[in-house]
Nanobody, 115 residues
């Protein structure tokens, strides 16, 4: 079992920045991949970015160049640095880990960007 806890969400003005964190605990294997997803009101959950244990990253086109995903394996923590935020980034952001084929989700953290 793996537990994920996100933090760092909040209200920010357009053009501002936020940093999200996701702390993982439990039986975590070194082959895991961690993801950020988001879900805006009335929309489906969408992929934001992922990072492998070794640090390989990939981003959704909509956030590339503005968001940076990173992780600290010693702390079992993943981060999402979000810059140049715009109202379209408003959503609940979820942390996800695929750990030896098993899929776990955090409870989500709300990000609201005002215009």
């Amino acid at each position: 079992q793996v537990q994920l806890v996100e933090s760092g969400g909040g209200l920010v003005q357009a053009g501002g920045s936020l940093r999200l964190s996701c702390v993982a605990s439990g039986s975590i294997f070194s082959t895991n991949v961690m993801y950020w997803y988001r879900q805006a009101p009335g929309k489906q959950r969408e992929f934001v970015a992922f990072i492998t244990f070794s640090g390989i990253t990939n981003y959704a086109t909509s956030v590339k160049g503005r968001f940076t995903i990173s992780r600290d394996n010693a702390k079992n923590t993943m981060y999402l640095q979000m810059n140049s935020l715009n109202p379209e980034d408003t959503a609940v952001y979820y942390c996800n880990i695929v750990n030896r084929g098993d899929d776990y989700w955090g409870q989500g953290t709300q990000v609201t960007v005002s215009s």
